[in-house]
């Protein structure tokens, strides 16, 4: 059973800095894509960032281009959502995904193929 696992979420006041982990249980990392979504309260999940390892191409939501760095440390089978200069409409649950396989879109949630169980971050003002 793939399992992803996130941590690294918490409270922050604006301005702030927090780094996301996503961790695979019991096995590597695959090696075409992860992303990152969140989903705020009464809102729907949202694309934050993704990135096809091979090629090292990164995709980023224009709300965060600039502030929040997607990256992976092969050594400890980890992503990581570097998020900087926060925001309070930053406040969500973020969920790291991974597809093993091509997809055109990597801001579309429903390519994914597993998800971790979500991380709150809230941000106040």
């Known amino acids: 059973q793939v399992q992803l696992v996130e941590s690294g979420g918490g409270l922050v006041q604006a301005g702030g800095s927090l780094r996301l982990s996503c961790a695979a249980s019991?096995?590597?990392?695959?090696?075409?894509?992860m992303g990152w979504f969140r989903q705020g309260p009464g809102k729907e999940r949202e694309f934050v960032a993704a990135s096809r390892w091979s090629g090292g191409s990164t995709y980023y939501a224009d709300s965060v281009k600039g502030r929040f760095t997607i990256s992976r440390d092969n050594a400890k089978n980890t992503v990581y959502l570097q998020m900087n200069s926060l925001k309070p409409e930053d406040t969500a649950v973020y969920y790291c995904a991974e597809v093993n396989r091509f997809i055109r879109n990597l801001g579309n949630a429903g390519g994914y193929d597993y998800w971790g169980q979500g991380t709150q971050v809230t941000v106040s003002s």
């Open positions: 019991g096995r590597t990392l695959g090696n075409y894509a």
